[in-house]
């Protein structure tokens, strides 16, 4: 009953609020394809949106689903993909550490904060260039030497065209991109010393041929498949990859944001403010990078344009690994990926993560340093105009864009709106639009159900 009062205050307060709204709306209209939002919170232009199949999980799939829960897999017989990969916390941990422990007696603390595997199902192999199918017969070498020759080009909410055309890299798994397909991709925890510490192939076959399922992968791969140590661990991967793109947790485009683009949700005043700070070029512009658009063909948007961008998020220092003053993350370049070291004008650079679920994460940014959304939000409004406020000063300077080597700093992106303000200049977004952009966040977090008030225009 208190619940639904609170609820039915909030409605009341859309009614007082809705020409605060008219007036954003306003501001807002000048970029081109400026937001669809009606001024009671509601979706101008609604759509139908494009998403994936609902089927029943094929035999691989269902396998896959065992084994990301199945322990016995581990060094330690304690670590599962779900340890880490909690699908009750859109499949991020549900603890607020920057990295986790994992390792044969689970100490060894991880160096990168865990991403969520939700809405990785599109994604595109790594590249570098505007056009992923143009590249497929072209080496990384090549692209690279495109790219060296390609103009940065600034990206703003208004304009998706101009990204469009960047030669940047794009697409890949991982923070740094380095594996391209979800099968790929799950070797690498498997037998990651800092992970589930699996140790050789042969000892993942053999816990395999022990586990409950050994039958499972006769009947499904034939009973050769158990005498087949290599086959055996990539059928295991296999059935791990058609998991995530099958079983619809991992897609569930069930957000209030899903419904109000297919106009069944209107958004609160401040949800509404929020999304638009979030898309105008000269405040949050967010949507420069966290792409919010539906495609063309109702493909629902992803909050990622899957772009490697430097943003120069401050040292964590509670990362082990970051006690090394030697030691640096630099992503595309290294140390986890080894193909691109030499290209240092990709070093810092990290995949741009979807911003659905966000709300739901404890850490923020590839090493976790933040722990807030509002502190996230001041990072990008604060990071070159109050910078002392964002990184450590000693003896009286701010040492900037400490994450990084001195000599690698220049790499930091500057040219891309919010952050490419100069010391001094008005930081571009206020107290309040940091607050209603992270109110607006909050609305990409799947499970939303529609309820009698709160901002739902029929079911
Ligand atoms: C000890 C914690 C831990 C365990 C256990 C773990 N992961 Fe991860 N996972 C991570 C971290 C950390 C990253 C990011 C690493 C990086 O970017 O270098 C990651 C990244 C991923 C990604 C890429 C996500 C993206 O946005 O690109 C996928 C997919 C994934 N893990 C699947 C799995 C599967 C499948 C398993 C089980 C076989 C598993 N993970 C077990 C910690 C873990
Ligand atoms: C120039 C492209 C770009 C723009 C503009 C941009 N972002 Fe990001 N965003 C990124 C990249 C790249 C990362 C990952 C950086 C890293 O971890 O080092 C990121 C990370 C984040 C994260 C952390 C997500 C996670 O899973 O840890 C949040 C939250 C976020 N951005 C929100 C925003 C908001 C809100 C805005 C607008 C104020 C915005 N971003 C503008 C590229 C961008």
Known sequence: MR????????LLALAVATTVVGRGVQAAAPAAGAPALLPDGGNAHPVHLLLPPRRPLSAVAR??????FYEGLSGSGRMSCASCHDPANAYAPANSLPVQFGGGRLRTPGVRAVPSLRYLYREQNFSIGPDNEENETVTLRQLVARG????????TAGDTVASGANLVPQGGLFWDGRVDTLQQQAAGPLFNPMEMDGGSLARVARRLRASPYARRFAALFGAGVLREPKLLVSEALFCLARFQIEDPSFHPFSSKYDAWLQGKARFTPRQARGYLVFNDPGKGDCAACHLD????????????????EALGVPRNMAIPANHDPRYFDLGLCGPYRSDLARQTRYCGMFRTPSLRNVATR?????????????Q????????????????PVRNGRVDRYDDLPPKLRGNVDRVDPPLNRKPGEPPAMSRRDMRDVVAFLRTLNDGWRPHDCGGQAGR
């Open 63 to 68: 396998l896959g689903r065992k084994l990301f």
């Open 362 to 374: 404890h850490v923020f940014f590839h090493n976790g340093v933040y722990h807030s959304l509002l």
């Open 148 to 155: 060296l020759r390609a103009p940065r080009v600034r990206k």
């Open 3 to 10: 619940a639904r009062a609170a609820c039915c205050a909030g």
């Open 293 to 308: 658009r539906p495609g063309a063909d109702g493909r629902p948007p992803l909050f990622t344009d899957t772009q490697y």
């Open 376 to 391: 996230v939000l001041q990072f990008y409004d604060w990071r070159d105009t109050r910078p002392w406020r964002i990184y």
